[in-house]
């Protein structure tokens, strides 16, 4: 009888806004499929209607967190159910910029209760591994020109990073902290050694 496939490794990248994280998403990827290795790229919100819907009318304005929080679940059941879970029998690799834990930081910051929002992504599937890119605040402040950052304010960045630092002690999990001040190649050095040990 032949022997089963293996499931796809689910890894993702999360971080505050110019924390570097899709940059070395897209890096990941790239090493990962020059070295042989099957690899299926995903982005939070997805690219089904709903994931549409929140990035062309949702996230700019005029709607209540509550509404935001809940499509923003509902995106994530949708793209579980019709990208990833068929894509784990097929691929070696999943690597998602952004997941549930973006929902965690960002939404209770707009107003949404964090019991709430955990409820709502209580289905959620959880990554075989989880990095959260960290920055310090005046690294943020000095990127903030390079890059097309949606979130600017200092303050409010400061609450995102601390929200991401919190999440361990909240739920449990092990995540994966990188230093995300240093040279581009160093931080994937650091990634890609940590990925390959799966």
Same mark, same amino acid.
């Given at each position: 009888?032949?022997?089963?496939?293996?499931l796809a490794k689910y890894i993702v990248l999360e971080g505050m806004d110019?924390?570097?994280?899709?940059?070395?998403?897209?890096?990941?990827?790239?090493?990962?499929?020059?070295?042989?290795?099957?690899?299926?790229?995903?982005?939070?919100?997805?690219?089904?209607?709903?994931?549409?819907?929140?990035?062309?009318?949702?996230?700019?304005?005029?709607?209540?967190?509550?509404?935001?929080?809940?499509?923003?679940?509902?995106?994530?059941? !949708?793209?579980?159910?019709?990208? &990833?879970?068929?894509?784990? +029998?097929?691929? *070696?690799? /999943?690597?998602? $910029?952004?997941?549930?834990?973006?929902?965690?930081?960002?939404?209770?910051?707009?107003?949404?209760?964090?019991?709430?929002?955990?409820?709502?992504?209580?289905?959620?599937?959880?990554?075989?591994?989880?990095?959260?890119?960290?920055?310090?605040?005046?690294?943020?402040?000095?990127?903030?020109?390079?890059?097309?950052?949606?979130?600017?304010?200092?303050?409010?960045?400061?609450?995102?990073?601390?929200?991401?630092?919190?999440?361990?002690?909240? !739920?449990?999990?092990?995540?994966? &902290?990188?230093?995300?001040? +240093?040279?581009? *190649?160093? /931080?994937?050095? $650091?990634?890609?050694?940590?990925?390959?040990?799966?």
């Open positions: 009888m032949p022997e089963e496939k293996k110019g924390s570097g994280k899709t940059t070395q998403t897209e890096i990941l990827v790239k090493f990962l499929k020059e070295n042989g290795f099957k690899v299926l790229l995903v982005t939070e919100p997805s690219k089904n209607p709903i994931g549409k819907l929140i990035s062309e009318k949702l996230l700019k304005g005029g709607f209540s967190s509550e509404v935001i929080s809940l499509c923003f679940a509902a995106d994530r059941m !949708l793209h579980f159910e019709e990208t &990833i879970k068929p894509a784990l +029998r097929e691929f *070696d690799f /999943i690597i998602s $910029d952004r997941n549930f834990y973006s929902s965690l930081v960002y939404q209770p910051l707009y107003g949404s209760r964090y019991d709430w929002i955990k409820e709502l992504n209580r289905y959620a599937v959880k990554p075989d591994l989880a990095f959260i890119i960290d920055i310090p605040i005046d690294v943020f402040m000095n990127r903030r020109g390079e890059t097309d950052i949606i979130f600017e304010k200092e303050d409010f960045q400061k609450k995102v990073r601390k929200g991401y630092l919190d999440l361990q002690n909240k !739920l449990n999990d092990d995540f994966v &902290i990188i230093d995300g001040a +240093r040279p581009i *190649d160093e /931080i994937h050095l $650091d990634i890609r050694s940590v990925v390959l040990r799966l």
